[in-house]
């Protein structure tokens, strides 16, 4: 009999040890999501990055207390992703461990974590300070998810997992030898003109002098920002391990459509990604009263960027007021 272990992505740990965990400081990094947020709303990359800050403190005002508890939020097609890598994570994990599992088996687990958390989303005890806690952004915000919905979900889940098991990608990696998997960190950093890069690369593997990194994906194509998040993946592999770019293979896997797309990488996408980065720092950078403490100049002057992005955002009913 097999016994589940638990999926490093899942802790039991509250949120406010692991930030004590952190020392309580609130550094300055770049990361693709990060980026993505700057791009999308600077009011919002301020709730998401620095006006949550203190939130878990019960004596912090309840405004900031609220931007931390709405942070916390995830849609249920993010939520829906999460919960994919995590089972494929676990079905590498054992695997790592000579103990492969069926996909029956894999579905049966994927399936009671569905359950359950559907479940706590709907129990109204959610804080936003337990990881073992969680609420749909929908939930919050009164928008129905009818159980026509929760089955198209479930049902998606199961496709994705489904095809990552009956792919020629997960034949390879189980062809693959053992020593030849390269295990990553769960939140992957290296440093960058002295700055952090966050990044999560999902799965890499030597293959003779090459190394091949894979990305999952659930969601819609979008092959503009795969490419960034893939260079990088790429720049992440050559800066850590020094590999030359020609050797580094970067792969996305849409599992929820069964496509399989390799990005090309090469020395002068990486120096592009390098000039972006810096141009983003620095961009990020301006909205700092100081620099070496990561201080953010006061709310309003991050401006909101209204239209389509606001009715997705978690932090609207803070920014509307209507909180």
């Not at 806690?133 to 915000?141: G, M, N, T």
């Not at 690369?201 to 795969?226: H, N, Q, S, V």
């Amino acid at each position: 009999m097999i016994i589940p272990i638990k999926c490093p992505l899942v802790q039991d740990v509250p949120i406010q040890n692991l930030i004590k965990m952190a020392n309580f400081k609130n550094e300055f990094s770049w990361s693709k999501s990060r980026d993505g947020v700057f791009n999308e709303c600077k009011r919002k990359y301020f709730f998401n990055h620095y006006g949550f800050w203190n939130g878990w403190d019960s004596n912090e005002e309840d405004r900031t207390k609220r931007i931390y508890y709405l942070k916390q939020l995830n849609t249920k097609e993010i939520w829906l992703g999460s919960i994919i890598h995590e089972a494929i994570k676990y079905v590498l994990n054992q695997l790592k461990f000579g103990q492969g599992i069926s996909l029956s088996y894999a579905l049966a687990i994927l399936r009671k974590k569905f359950e359950k958390e559907f479940i706590q989303s709907s129990i109204k005890k959610y804080t936003g300070f337990n990881r073992k806690s969680h609420k749909f952004f929908e939930e919050e915000y009164g928008i129905e998810i009818s159980e026509e919905d929760k089955k198209e979900l479930l049902k998606k889940a199961e496709l994705c997992l489904t095809n990552f098991y009956n792919s020629d990608t997960f034949m390879t990696i189980r062809k693959t030898p053992i020593e030849d998997w390269i295990f990553l960190e769960n939140f992957l950093n290296f440093n960058f003109e002295g700055d952090k890069i966050f990044l999560g690369i999902d799965f890499a593997m030597r293959d003779g002098d090459k190394i091949i990194l894979y990305d999952w994906k659930t969601g819609k194509e979008r092959t503009a920002d795969f490419d960034l998040q893939l260079t990088c993946y790429a720049l992440y592999i050559s800066e850590r391990l020094g590999v030359s770019p020609k050797n580094i293979i970067a792969k996305i896997f849409n599992l929820s459509i069964n496509k399989e797309d390799t990005f090309e990488i090469n020395e002068e996408k990486l120096e592009e990604m390098k000039r972006y980065i810096q141009e983003k720092i620095k961009s990020m950078k301006s909205f700092l009263v100081d620099m070496e403490e990561n201080i953010a100049k006061e709310e309003k002057e991050f401006p909101k960027e209204e239209g389509f992005y606001c009715s997705r955002c978690n932090f609207k009913k803070i920014c509307s007021g209507e909180w």
